[in-house]
C-alpha cells in the first residue's frame, strides 16, 4: 500500500487541491469585485456627429462685412494676422475704398479689425474665413472669363452672338492648391476639436458649439500653419471634373478628390473620406449629446410598479 504521509520537517511538494481551488476562486472573485461597473448612459444623450457643430461654430466666427462675406477685406485681414502686410498698407487700402481710416472704432465696427492691432482676433477672423471658403458655393464667375463667341487666334469673333463663358485656366491654377491647402487644414484642426469634445460628454448641442468655438479661436493660429504646411508640393497637377452651379469638383495627381455640391464639401484622400459626410479622417466622431430634456426619462423606462 503506498504511503502518503509526509515526512517529518519536510512539507509537501503539492498543495491539497481543495485548498488550491478555494484559493483560485477567491482570487477570481477578487478580480471581478475590482472591475468598475459600466456607467449608465442617460436615456435622453444622443449621438451626434462633432462635424457640423464645428463647422457652425466656426461660421459664427467667420466676419462679414454689411452682411456679406468681403474677399478683399479679408486678404487685408490675412496679412495683419500673418505679419505679412503693415499698418500703413491697410490705411491705403482703406482710402483706396473711400474709408475714413481717423473714423473707425478700435471695436464694435465691421472694419474694426483692419485698424485695432489685435492680432489674435485677426487670426480668428482670417483662419475662420479660409476654413468656410471652402464650405461656401463656390462662385463660378471668379474662374471664368467671357469669351465672344467664334474666336480664336486667327479667326475675329462673329457679330452678333454672346458671349460664352470660357474656364480662366490661370485663375485656376491659383484657387485649386489654396482650396486642397484648406479643406485639408480643416480637417487637420476640426479632428483635434472634436477628439477633445469627445472628452466632455452630456453638454447640450448650444454648450458643444460654444466649446467647439473657443477651442477653434485657440487654435486659430495653428489653423494659419496648418494652411500652409499643407499646401500641395509643386509640380502637383490637378484635373477640374465639374464646374456648374450644381457640383465642383477636381482632382489632384497627390490622391486628393475635393467635391462641393449640394451636401456641402467633400474631400477624399486615396479614397478615404477626409472631410464630408459627418466624418473626420475616416471617422465619424459622435458627440454623447444632451439633446433632450432629463424629463423625458419617465416617458422611455417605466417605472418600478408599471413592470410586471
Not at 57 to 75: D, E, I
Not at 179 to 200: G, M, S, T
Not at 244 to 273: C, H, K, P, W
Request: charged content about 15%; aromatic content about 6%.
Amino acid at each position: 500500500m503506498l504511503n502518503m504521509t509526509v515526512p517529518s520537517g519536510k512539507k509537501p511538494l503539492l498543495r491539497p487541491f481543495g485548498i488550491t481551488l478555494f484559493v483560485m476562486l477567491t482570487s477570481l472573485a477578487g478580480c471581478r469585485s475590482e472591475q468598475p461597473a459600466t456607467p449608465t448612459v442617460p436615456r435622453n444623450w444622443v449621438n451626434i456627429p462633432a462635424l457640423p457643430i464645428i463647422q457652425d461654430a466656426v461660421f459664427s466666427l467667420s466676419p462679414t462685412f454689411a452682411g456679406q462675406r468681403n474677399h478683399a477685406v479679408m486678404m487685408q485681414v490675412c496679412g495683419l494676422a500673418r505679419g505679412q502686410a503693415k499698418q500703413e498698407q491697410v490705411n491705403a487700402f482703406l482710402v483706396q475704398q473711400n474709408v475714413d481710416v481717423a473714423h473707425v472704432p478700435k471695436h464694435g465696427h465691421d472694419l474694426s479689425l483692419l485698424v485695432n492691432s489685435d492680432r489674435s482676433a485677426q487670426a480668428t477672423a482670417c483662419a475662420a474665413y479660409l476654413a468656410t471658403t471652402v464650405l461656401s458655393p463656390v462662385d463660378v464667375s471668379e474662374l471664368t472669363v467671357a469669351v465672344p463667341q467664334g474666336e480664336t487666334q486667327s479667326k475675329a469673333p462673329e457679330q452678333g452672338k454672346q458671349p460664352v463663358l470660357q474656364v480662366d485656366n490661370a485663375r485656376l491654377a491659383n484657387v485649386l492648391p489654396l482650396k486642397l491647402a484648406a479643406a485639408r487644414a480643416n480637417a487637420d484642426v476640426f479632428v483635434l476639436i472634436a477628439a477633445e469634445l469627445q472628452r466632455r460628454p452630456g453638454l447640450t448641442v448650444n454648450e458643444y458649439r460654444e466649446q467647439a468655438t473657443q477651442l477653434f479661436e485657440r487654435l486659430a493660429s495653428v489653423y494659419l500653419e496648418c494652411i500652409e504646411a499643407q499646401l500641395p508640393p509643386a509640380g502637383s497637377t490637378y484635373k477640374l471634373l465639374q464646374m456648374d452651379t450644381d457640383r465642383f469638383a477636381f482632382s489632384s495627381s497627390v490622391g486628393s478628390l475635393f467635391e462641393y455640391g449640394r451636401d456641402g464639401m467633400t474631400l477624399r484622400q486615396n479614397g478615404v473620406i477626409w472631410y464630408g459626410q459627418g466624418e473626420l479622417m475616416g471617422q465619424a466622431y459622435p458627440l454623447q449629446v444632451a439633446y433632450f430634456e432629463p424629463a423625458i426619462d419617465g416617458l422611455l423606462a417605466p417605472s418600478v410598479e408599471q413592470q410586471p
